[in-house]
C-alpha cells in the first residue's frame, strides 16, 4: 500500500477523516495522544512517523521540547505547517520512515501512531529498526495499533469515511480478523499483542505491551546501549 496516503488520502481529505469521527473513535484518538504525552518529558527531542496533517505533532509539541513531524504525502505536510505557523512548535518534513535522514540518536523518543506500523505498508522490522536508529540510548519508542476490542467502531469509521467518498467501500467479505479492505486498493490490519512481541522478538529488543482504552495497543521499547535488551523502562510523568 506504499503511496496510498501520498495519493488517495492526505490533506483536507485526511483531515476530514477525523472531523466525522463518532464519539466513540474521538475518545480513542484522545486517549492515545493522552497516554503518548505522559511517556515525554519537558527536555525531550521527538520525532513522530508518519505525521499527517500535525495533528498528534501539535499536541506533543506542548509537553516537549522539540517535535519534528515526518510524512511522505505533500499536501498533509503543507497542511500541517500551515496549522502550525502561529505557534511554530514543530518541524515537518518529507521522509521516508525506512529511510531516515537523521543521525543516530538524534531523538530522545520516536512515536509511530494510529496504526502506523500496519497502515504504512512498509516491513514493521524494518521500521522498526530504523526508529532505534535515531533513538538516544535510554530512549523511547511508542508504537501503536487498535485493539480487537475496538473492531466495530474502526469498522464503522471506515465505513463513514467510504460514505463520503474518502476512501473506496469497505469490502465487508474481505475485512476481518483485524484487517480492513476497501475498493480503492486500501489495505491495513494491526498486529496483537504477541505480534508485537514477535517483532521485538526478532529484532532483540523487550517490549512493554500496554491496552489502553480499550481501543489501541502499545509497544514501548526502551533503547538500550547495544540496542538489544530493552534497558529500564522510564518514569512515567505525573
Known amino acids: 500500500m506504499t503511496g496510498y496516503y501520498a495519493k488517495n488520502l492526505s490533506g483536507k481529505r485526511l483531515e476530514r477523516c477525523y472531523e466525522i469521527a463518532s464519539a466513540r473513535v474521538r475518545q480513542y484518538l484522545e486517549a ?9 518529558r519537558p527536555t525531550d527531542r521527538v520525532l513522530e512517523l508518519g505525521c499527517g496533517y500535525g495533528r498528534i505533532a ?10 519534528v513531524g515526518i510524512d511522505t504525502a ?13 505557534e511554530g512548535r514543530c518541524e515537518f518534513v518529507c521522509m521516508d520512515a525506512i529511510d531516515l535522514q537523521f543521525p543516530d540518536g538524534a531523538f530522545d523518543a520516536v512515536v ?29 519508542v ?48 494491526r498486529l496483537t ?19 489502553v482504552d480499550g481501543s489501541c495497543v502499545f509497544c514501548e521499547i526502551t533503547k538500550s546501549s547495544a540496542a538489544q535488551a530493552g534497558g529500564q523502562p522510564r518514569e512515567r510523568q505525573p
Not at 170 to 175: G, H, P
Not at 200 to 211: D, F, H, L, Q, T
Open 32 to 40: 492515545e495522544i493522552v497516554h503518548v504525552m505522559g511517556r515525554l
Open 58 to 67: 501539535r499536541r506533543l509539541a506542548h509537553v516537549a521540547r522539540r517535535v
Open 74 to 86: 505533500g499536501d498533509s505536510l503543507e497542511l500541517a505547517r500551515r496549522q502550525d505557523q502561529a
Open 112 to 140: 509511530c501512531l494510529q496504526n502506523g506500523i500496519c497502515a504504512f505498508g512498509v516491513d514493521p522490522a524494518s521500521l522498526l529498526k530504523e526508529a532505534l536508529r535515531v533513538t538516544r540510548v535510554g530512549g523511547i
Open 142 to 189: 511508542v508504537l501503536s495499533t487498535y485493539s480487537d476490542r475496538f473492531w466495530s467502531d474502526r469498522l464503522a469509521w471506515f465505513e463513514a469515511q467510504a460514505a463520503e467518498g474518502l476512501v473506496g467501500a469497505v469490502d465487508l467479505a474481505a475485512s476481518g480478523n483485524g484487517v480492513v479492505v476497501c475498493s480503492d486498493g486500501f489495505r491495513a490490519g
Open 193 to 211: 499483542p504477541g505480534e508485537f512481541r514477535g517483532l521485538c522478538s526478532r529484532v532483540g529488543v523487550k517490549p512493554e505491551i500496554a491496552e
